[in-house]
């Protein structure tokens, strides 16, 4: 037996038996790689997205990243929200010292080899005037609420706060990035430099679509980024997955100063309801602050709203 012009990734020819010629065609393929798929959540806060995180932590070979760069912004040496009462602490936090805008960057942008996945989510706000410090490689999608579960719910962490001595005022007036509209406002000029300038098309999710049709939506998401769909998504285990990748001290200072994400972190699911059910704090119920929040809100909302993933298109 004689074996002529073989090619391992083509075809194999001709076996040559005595004079008889018997031509054999068996295709080998190169199995391709799978593509490892890079998304930046951008959020406004208090919109399900700890919920979201755990979500995208359903995916097994997923590296994941949890708010990097409100890290830097909040407590890192390039910090722009001052909360006298802390700063000291702030200052000797280990983990944190390295936290820069450029830091965050480089290190959303290192290779992860072996993961289909590479998910941070992250609050506009942080980001916000520092746009050349978005990762490049990522696909950015935008989460959003009605302005007035998200102030409302921001009024009732910022009254905890300042139960155990954080100066209200701190949330919003020492912050530069506070403008009018925020953080809508901010999320919004980030989609359109995203839009604009990166050339990417929007991709928004309103929080509150999820908990109506979670499965809709997260499958439309999917088809969008090139993830692909399982109902294995809309189920997981409490507790904070120990894949995120956040400064430890953060993470600790967070859970002893808030209950911020105890209800994501105990959730096993989306909680689902049904269309036109839910709470929602009347609009005349509202304090002035957090009503005048809503009104500078709602107009940037709206914008976003306009282009989000539909449950029926």
Known sequence: MYLKNTHFFGWINTFLFGTDFFVIRVGLYRMEPKRQVRIALWITPRSLSTAFLKCMSTFEKAQLFQEPFFTAKMFGPERTVIIPQFDSIFENLPDVKNYTYEHVKNTLEMDYPGKDLVFTKDGAKAIYGRFECIPQGYQHVFLIRKPSKVHVSVEKLRATAQGIGVDKASFYNKDQKCLPGSPYRNLLELLEHVRDVLGQKPVVIDADDLTISPGTILKKFCGIVGLEYSESMLKWKPGPDPRWRRAESVQ????????????????????TRAPGTGTETPFSELSDEVRKLVEDSTPYYEKLAAMKIKIED
């Open 252 to 271: 600790s200072l967070f859970a002893g100063m808030t209950d911020a994400h105890n209800n994501s972190y105990s959730s096993t699911g989306f909680t």
